[in-house]
């Protein structure tokens, strides 16, 4: 027992001089930027970031009335059951629906106006989305009539919904990183890839 505890203790420190001693590991945050390979990348391991909501939105996706947004995401690294997603009839960054998932397995519709989210529909679960780090999802939300909403994952209709708040504005991209529980930072940063497809290209 006592050779095991000094071996752990020496184990411990050499991991301590590792990282502590001339090999940190680097903290750094890549905001909305194309990854090289067909996708905007949003990346951060710095903990300042915890349990924060990032957004970006794009001016040429502006449509009012809005009609379709379509936007392919997926989770390179993180914790699983944080959100990301996409936003949509924005007005400003402070009005606006936006739709998130997570590697996991969850979906919720929300709303945020004048600065204050409510939900649309709460954490719920689908089949339809595609699990675990590296798995790609296609979002889509459409509105075929004004106030009338229908979510599709994957190309399989998920939910429809009623709202009246919005009904144009620019669509854009949302990432959450959660927080210091359930992030493994700097080992391991919030990494999101994006692209959108509909209404406009990005990027």
Known sequence: MKRNLIGLCGLILALFLLIGCGNPLPVSTILWLPDGNGS???????????????????????????????????????????GFGLFFCAAD??????????????????KKESGVYN?????????????????LNEISVTQTIPNNFTLTINGNVVVSFNDASFTGGEAGFVVYVWDQANERFPMAPADVRFKMTAPVAVP
């Open 40 to 82: 905007i990348q949003f990346s951060t391991n710095d903990w300042h970031n915890w349990d924060t909501l990032f957004v970006n939105s794009y001016p040429s996706s502006l449509e009012t009335p809005m009609t379709t947004v379509t936007v392919q995401v997926e989770k390179v690294s993180g914790a699983l059951s944080a």
């Open 119 to 135: 939900p649309i529909i709460g954490w719920t679960t689908s089949s339809f989305i595609n699990t675990g780090l590296g798995a």
């Open 93 to 110: 960054l402070e009005n606006f629906y936006r739709i998130m998932i997570t590697a996991d397995g969850y979906y919720t519709i929300q």
